[in-house]
Every structure is written in structure tokens, then in C-alpha cells.
């Protein structure tokens, strides 16, 4: 069993940064690939970044890339969301999620992900 733990939203300006963190629970956290994805008022949940389980590979939506960061510390089992240059169509509940199979390559499809965190909101505001 895998707890995950959102904290860091919160509201922003437009431009402004936030870094969102996960904690989760368990032995085997570095063996975990992990992911960030986000749910808009009204959408469906997408896909926000991935990261491997030694935090060597990493890959982003079109909509994020370059301006989010994912990263992960082992050592604290966290995976954190760096955001910065912040917009008004980043606002969503952002959801950590683990894919605890063996040897998985990142995925982002919401149902290679076996363990979810409750969410955590980010607003900003234009």
C-alpha cells in the first residue's frame, strides 16, 4: 500500500511560481516511476510530467515543457513540481500518482498509475 500526500498549492498571479510537493509512503519509493497530472473545473485529468524512478529520465505535456520542472529526492521519498511563468490555464487540482510495477518506462496515461494523492489546488489569477 502507497500513500501519497499533495502540499504546496495555493494562489498566484499570472507569472508568478509555485513548487508543489508529494510525499509518499513505503519502502520502495525509488523504485517508483512517478507523475503529476492536473483536473480543470469541468476537464478531464491530464497528463503534466513524469519522472523515472532514479530521476534520470523525465518527459512533459506540449503545455508545460519548459516552463515545469518534476524532480524527485529518494532519500525523503518526494517528488516535487517546480512552476513557474504561471497562467491562467494552469489553474486545476494537481494529483501526484505512483506506478508501482516492475520496470515500467514513463507513462502518461492516467491508467498506468496505480496510487493517487487527494489533489492539491492551484489558482491563478490573471
Known amino acids: 500500500q502507497v500513500q501519497l500526500a499533495e502540499s504546496g498549492g495555493g494562489l498566484v498571479q499570472a507569472g508568478g511560481s509555485l513548487r508543489l510537493s508529494c510525499a509518499a509512503s513505503?519502502?520502495?519509493?525509488?523504485?517508483?516511476?512517478m507523475g503529476w497530472f492536473r483536473q480543470a473545473p469541468g476537464k478531464e485529468r491530464e497528463f503534466v510530467a513524469t519522472?523515472?524512478?532514479?530521476?534520470?529520465?523525465?518527459d512533459y505535456a506540449d503545455s508545460v515543457a519548459g516552463r515545469f520542472t518534476i524532480s524527485r529526492d529518494n532519500a525523503k521519498n518526494t517528488v516535487y513540481l517546480q512552476m513557474n511563468s504561471l497562467k491562467a490555464e494552469d489553474t486545476a487540482v494537481y494529483y501526484c500518482?505512483?506506478?508501482?510495477?516492475?520496470?515500467?518506462?514513463?507513462?502518461?496515461?492516467?491508467?498506468?498509475?496505480?496510487?493517487w494523492g487527494q489533489g492539491t489546488q492551484v489558482t491563478v489569477s490573471s
Open positions: 500518482a505512483a506506478d508501482t510495477r516492475i520496470a515500467t518506462p514513463l507513462s502518461t496515461v492516467a491508467w498506468a498509475y496505480d496510487y
Open positions: 519522472i523515472s524512478f532514479s530521476g534520470g529520465s523525465t
Open positions: 513505503g519502502r520502495t519509493f525509488s523504485s517508483y516511476v
